[in-house]
């Protein structure tokens, strides 16, 4: 049987958090995209973008929430314009 990694939306908050994205507990996905598009400069999004590479490319499972904010809010923030 193979375990694969979960991200859920406190696992994806950490993250951010991990990063320097200051965001609440208890914030949902979408609400911690929101707030990290908020605080972007161009470090934050270069390292924002790594990591929404690596949580895309990796081998871990989003659930909807997670996925469904990352491609609604973070992806065209960090779009080349």
Same mark, same amino acid.
């Given at each position: 049987?193979?375990? &694969?990694?979960? !991200?859920?939306? #406190?696992? @994806? *908050?950490?993250r951010?958090v991990?990063?320097? @994205?200051? !965001?609440p507990p208890? /914030?949902s =996905?979408?609400?911690?995209c929101?707030? =990290?598009?908020?605080?972007?400069? &161009?470090?934050?999004?270069?390292?924002?973008?790594r990591?929404i #590479?690596?949580?895309?490319?990796? &081998?871990a499972t989003?659930?909807p929430?997670?996925? #469904?904010? !990352? &491609?609604? /809010?973070l992806l065209? =923030?960090? =779009?080349? *314009?």
């Amino acid at each position: 049987m193979m375990h &694969s990694d979960l !991200i859920d939306q #406190e696992d @994806f *908050r950490e993250r951010l958090v991990a990063l320097g @994205f200051p !965001i609440p507990p208890g /914030t949902s =996905a979408e609400q911690a995209c929101e707030q =990290a598009v908020r605080g972007l400069n &161009s470090e934050r999004a270069l390292v924002l973008r790594r990591l929404i #590479e690596d949580l895309l490319g990796g &081998s871990a499972t989003l659930l909807p929430a997670v996925r #469904e904010a !990352i &491609s609604r /809010t973070l992806l065209p =923030a960090l =779009a080349p *314009r």
